[in-house]
C-alpha cells in the first residue's frame, strides 16, 4: 500500500504540489493524469523517493521513506521507478541490460535468463537482444527500459509516461495486456502518470487528476463521469482535466477576429 | 662440451628472474652505443666517467616493477587458474620464477650498481639499489593492497620509516629488512589459497578471475558495471567501496606518517624549510571538494537557493549535513595551523597531526556515502550526459 500524506514539495518558490493525500491500495492500476507542469512527474517522484517533500511524507507498505538505511533498502526493493527518459548503457546488449538489472534486486539468474527472454520476446526485441543498445530505435529504447522495470518482479511499478516516447502500436497492446494481467495475476501495483488521456479507460481501475498542484479529481472513470454528469470520456476530459481549453479556444479566435477588423 | 656447461649453467639461473632476453640485452645495449659515444665525443673525460650510464637507474625502476608484476599470479589469471588446479603449495617455488626477492637479484642490481659507481662517480652509490628497492616495494604495496592483505599497510609505514630514518644508517638498515621480511610474510601468507583472491574487492571485479570466463576484461566489467539511470541512482546498489572506520584511520595514520617523514627527509638532507600555512592551504580545499563531489554528484540540495531564501529555510538539516564534515576539513586546514604554532608544535609535527585529523575527518565522518544516499533529504537527478544514439538498423 502506498500512502502520501500531506505532501508539499517545491522547487524553488511556487509550489508544485501542495498538501497532497493519496492512498492507493495494492493490486491496482492507477494513472496519475493531468495538463502539463501540474505536478503529474513530481507526485510521482516523491512516490518513488526521488524527491523529499519539503512537508509530508510517503509511506510503502508502513514504511517511511528514506527514514532509514534498511527501510529504504526494503521500500526499493518493493517499489521500482522508471522515468519517461532513462540513460541507458548504449554499450550493453538489450538482454545483458536487463539482466545486470535484475541482478540488482537479487533475483536467481535461472529466472532471469528466461524472463529476459520472454520480455524480449513480448515486446520483439528478440532479433535485437544480442544488438548494442545504441543501435536501437528511441522506441525500441522505451521498449527496454520498461523491460529493465518488469525483471525487477517488484510488487509496485512506479512508472512515468510509460505509454509515451515512441512506443509503437505492438508496443502499447503489450504494456496495457501486460500491466492488466500483473494486477489481476499477481496482484502487483501499477501507478502510472500519462499526458495522454484518451488511454486511461483502458489502462487504469482508477484516475488521479492532478491540476495546479492538487488533486481535483480522484476515483475510477465510472466516478468521474458521473461526477462531471456525463457520459463520454471527452466531456469528462474537457471538464475535470481541461476545463480551460475552450474558453482559451473561445478567447484565442476572438482576438484574433478583433485584430482582423 | 664440457667447458660450455657452467656458462649454460649459469644462464639458465639468471634467467629465473631476468626478464626476456630483448629487455635485459636492450639497457646494455643502449649503455654500449652511450659509452661509445661518449668516447668519441668527449676523450679526455671518457677515461673517467660516463654520465649515460644512469640508464641502469632506470632500469633499475623497470626491474623492480617487473619483478613483481610479471611474477605475481595475481595479474595472470591463466597462470594463477592453472596453479590452482595442481598440487602446487607455497611451500614450493613458483614454477615461472620467484615473486620475493632472491639470490640473482642481488647480483642483477648490485653489477649495474657497480657500473653506475664506476662510471658516473658524482652519483651517490646507493641511487641504483635505492630505485630497485623502492619499485619492487611499491609493486608489493600495491599487489599485498589489492590482495587486502595487512602487510600492504605495514610496508607503506616501514617504507616512510627507511624515509624518515636515512641519516641513521643502522636504523635504515633495520627498516630496509623488516620490508624485506615484512614481504616475504605478506607473499607467502596470500599464496595459501589463492582461491580467496575472489573475495576481495579486486577480485569482485574480475581481476583476479577463475571462473572461466578469461573473455571479460577488467575494463569490460568496470563498463558493465555501469547502468545509468535510474537504475545506479535509485535500485538496490550500494557504495561498492565503504570506509570503515579503522579503514580511515589506518589510511590517515600512514598519509600522516609520510607527510611526517618527507617533510623531515627534506628538512634535514635537502635543506629545504617548509611552512605550515602555504602547505595544508591548497590540499585542504581539495579534500573538501572531493568529499563534496562525491556526495553531492547525483544528489541535488532539494530546493534552489532563491527558494532557500524566499522561503526562510535558509538551512535544511536533513541535506545540509552533508557540508559538515568539509566545512571541518577546511577549518582544520586553514585554522588548525594557528593552534599549533601558538602550543609551538614544530611544523614537520604539526603538519603530520593536522593532515591525519583532516584525512580522519574526511574518511569517515558522518553520514556514510550509503547512509546519506538512501536517508538523505536530497533530489536525486541524473548526472550523466545522454550518449548520441547510433542510427544502424540491425535488421
Known sequence: MIRVVNVTQHYSIKPVLKNINLTIGESTRVAVIGPNGMGKTTLLSVIAGVLQPQKGYVEIDGMKRRESLDTELEIRRRAVFLPDQCWLPKNHTGREYLIRVGKLYDIDSQRLIDHADRLLKLFNLNDLAEAPIRTYSAGQQKKISLCSALITDAPILLLDEPFSGGLDPAGILAMKYLLQRLVINQRRTVVMTTPVPELVQEIADRLVVVRDGTIVADGSLHDLKREAGTGSLEDVLERVIFPDTLENIEAYFEAESKESR | MRRIRPIRAARDWFRVTLPHPGWSITPVLLYAVIETINLFANPRRAQFECPGAGIFAVYAVIYGFYRVFYFHPLYRPDYRRWLMSVPWSVAHQLPLGPVHLVLQDFLVVGTMTGIVMLRVPQISPIVVPVCFFFSYTIGSIVSLGMLEHWTSAALIFALGALVRFTEQPWMAAAWLGAIFFTTLIGYRQTMIDPATWDDTWWGKQGLSDNTGRPDQTFQERTRNSVLGWPWDFTSLKRNETPVPFLAGLIVSVLIAWWVHALMFHLQRNVGVNLQLYYIMLMPT?????????????????????????????????????????????????????YLLSHWGLEPQYGIP???????????????????????????????????????????
Not at chain 2, 581539495?286 to 562525491?294: L, N, P, S
Not at chain 2, 554528484?297 to 559538515?324: C, E, H, N
Open chain 2, 285 to 337: 580545499g581539495i579534500i573538501a571538494i572531493v568529499r563534496v563531489g562525491i556526495y553531492c554528484w547525483g544528489q541535488l540540495p532539494p530546493i534552489s537557493i532563491i527558494g532557500r531564501l524566499a522561503t526562510f529555510r535558509w538551512f535544511i538539516p536533513g541535506y545540509d549535513k552533508v557540508f559538515i564534515a568539509p566545512v571541518c576539513v577546511l577549518i582544520l586546514g586553514w585554522y588548525g595551523q
Open chain 2, 353 to 395: 597531526l593536522l593532515t591525519f585529523m583532516i584525512f580522519l575527518t574526511a574518511l569517515t565522518m558522518p553520514p556514510s556515502l550509503d547512509e546519506w544516499r538512501f536517508t538523505g533529504n536530497h533530489r536525486i537527478a541524473n548526472m550523466v550526459p545522454a550518449q548520441p544514439t547510433e542510427f544502424v538498423r540491425t535488421r
